[in-house]
């Protein structure tokens, strides 16, 4: 038999959540509130309200009500976002030139090994 009461929030919505917010505070140094209510004016903010929300009845409600009312989010915060950034403490946030030199590094990991044989092998064809 399941849980009674409301269903949990997923990992992805969990995970997003986590990842906007940490970023906005580190990118203008905001406190985790100011990055959250910031996070709430952005597009993607109502879609992925409407996958948290996915299992309430009248979604369109409960996405309109946390978009527009100060008092909706700030409550939200309170009561989910602080526990949701706690799950996250070694949560990595890249700079553009972070992530390009750690793509050069995961392609040269590729370049070690026996997988670097793979293109290396040129089959010759049989007349």
């Not at 952005?42 to 996405?63: A, P, S, T």
């Not at 890249?94 to 092998?121: C, D, M, Q, R």
């Amino acid at each position: 038999m399941g849980k009674r009461g409301q269903p949990k929030i997923s990992f992805f919505v969990k995970f997003i959540i986590a990842y906007k917010v940490i970023q906005l505070k580190n990118r203008y140094n905001l406190t985790p509130r100011a990055a959250w209510l910031l996070f709430t004016k952005q597009k993607g903010f109502k879609n992925l309200m409407r996958e948290h929300y996915k299992n309430k009845d009248q979604i369109d409600w409960w996405v309109e009500s946390i978009s527009i009312e100060e008092d909706v989010k700030i409550n939200f915060y309170k009561n989910h976002i602080q526990k949701i950034i706690a799950q996250f403490p070694k949560l990595k946030i890249y700079t553009p030139a972070e992530y390009k030199s750690y793509l050069v590094k995961i392609k040269a990991n590729k370049s070690k090994g026996l997988g670097s044989l793979k293109n290396t092998i040129k089959r010759v064809r049989k007349p």
